[in-house]
């Protein structure tokens, strides 16, 4: 069975703390891909990052970085510096490389960041 | 930059009547999809189309779902008799099917449908 575990409903932060969010998957699939995506309060779905289940090097982006871990079946997010702009649900989600790609969700993490 | 759209924003509709969803996905796109999200809870996938037929769909989505491509633009999302439990955000995504960026789905603001 396929799943993705977002154990955190809600975290608060006040700007400038550094944040992380914690997503753990599970598949039988060699191959897969995983995504975050940001829902911020107007409500529509924000692509962050995609990661291959082969390439497990971090990145970073600015002030988001994540960190792949498949010994773990990890995939953290990690938000540096946080801001206001930042308030926002965070989505995890696990997709594999089968012919129809269809993304399997996290429940997600809201964030908020206090000024 | 290109993106995917979708109309109405808000559909209200009563119980028991039809209601189309419209999607434009992004125009070099070939591979396109549906997704729910009940209010406050986690997105769901409900169908996934290519090559003008439907891929795979999940178990929300019964005999009462259909979905279309029409022309060359358009993606359509058809509840024959709608519930109040299909009140919903619906989104519609795209993907390129190849390429480096071939899994990355890009998500359209959504639908939200009111049923009364």
């Known amino acids: 069975a396929q799943k993705v575990t977002q154990a955190q409903t809600e975290i608060s932060v006040v700007e400038k703390e550094d944040v992380t969010l914690d997503c753990v998957y599970e598949t039988r699939d060699t191959t897969y891909y995983l995504f975050w995506y940001k829902q911020p309060p107007s409500g529509e779905l924000v692509f962050l990052i995609r990661r291959n289940s082969f390439d497990e090097q971090n990145e970073i982006s600015g002030r988001y970085s994540w960190n792949f871990q498949k010994s773990t079946s990890s995939f953290n997010f990690t938000i540096t510096a946080s801001q206001v702009v930042d308030s926002a649900v965070y989505f995890c989600a696990l997709g594999t490389s089968y012919n129809t790609d269809k993304l399997i969700f996290g429940t997600g993490t809201r964030l908020q960041v206090f000024p | 930059e290109p993106e995917v759209t979708q109309t109405p924003s808000h559909q209200v509709t009563q119980m028991g009547q039809e209601v189309i969803l419209r999607c434009v996905p992004i125009?070099?796109?070939?591979?396109f999809y549906w997704y729910r999200q009940i209010l406050g809870q986690k997105v769901e996938f409900l169908v996934s189309?290519?090559?003008?037929?439907?891929?795979?769909k999940s178990e929300i989505f019964d005999d009462q779902f259909s979905v279309e491509r029409p022309d060359g633009s358009n993606f359509t999302l058809k509840i024959r008799s709608t519930k109040l439990e299909d009140s919903a955000m619906y989104f519609c995504?795209?993907?390129?099917?190849?390429?480096?960026?071939?899994?990355?789905?890009?998500f359209g603001p959504g639908t939200r449908l009111t049923v009364t």
């Open positions: 189309f290519y090559n003008n037929e439907i891929s795979e």
């Open positions: 995504a795209s993907s390129p099917g190849q390429g480096s960026g071939a899994y990355e789905q890009y």
């Open positions: 125009s070099n796109h070939l591979y």
